[in-house]
């Protein structure tokens, strides 16, 4: 992505330590695109649809957006059922990052509309690589261009 498109990224992840270490693990694989955290499902559908506290933002709508599931206020399906319901942000790709390795909620999250699905490993050494893996997938990954 950076190469080929200045997009931002949307990171929604209630916890600092593994936004922080997502970001870190980002960087480590050459991702240098700007990254927007955000703490909970609320606040990520404010941002997007530009209501509550982003009303009149002139923020572009990131193209792609890092989701995890277990989030307050509103969680991370909440989140995917209204992004993927609204006709401004139905495109953005969605990848799922979280603990949850239930086959059915992969499932439920593949049939609500993300795109990609990662189970966030509980080991520290594990997680950084995973990330590290995600950040060199997402240097190839080609996003909707804005309308």
Do not use: W
């Not at 960087?27 to 990254?35: D, M, P, Q, T």
């Not at 404010?46 to 989030?71: Q, R, V």
């Not at 990954?141 to 804005?146: G, M």
């Amino acid at each position: 992505m950076m190469n080929q498109q200045p997009v931002t990224i949307l990171l929604v992840e209630d916890d600092p330590g593994h936004a922080v270490l997502i970001e870190k693990n980002l960087r480590r694989a050459g991702i240098a695109n700007s990254i927007i955290t955000l703490d909970n499902g609320q606040k990520a559908i404010d941002f997007l649809l530009k209501e509550g506290a982003y009303l009149g933002a002139d923020h572009p709508a990131p193209p792609l957006i890092l989701l995890d599931l277990n989030l307050p206020v509103l969680d991370g399906y909440q989140v995917l059922k209204a992004i993927k319901g609204d006709e401004r942000t139905k495109k953005i790709p969605i990848v799922v990052l979280t603990t949850t390795d239930n086959p059915q909620e992969i499932a439920r999250c593949y049939e609500m509309g993300c795109n990609v699905y990662i189970t966030k490993p509980v080991e520290y050494e594990s997680f950084s690589d995973a990330i590290r893996k995600l950040g060199l997938f997402l240097t190839i990954v080609k996003v909707p261009e804005k309308a």
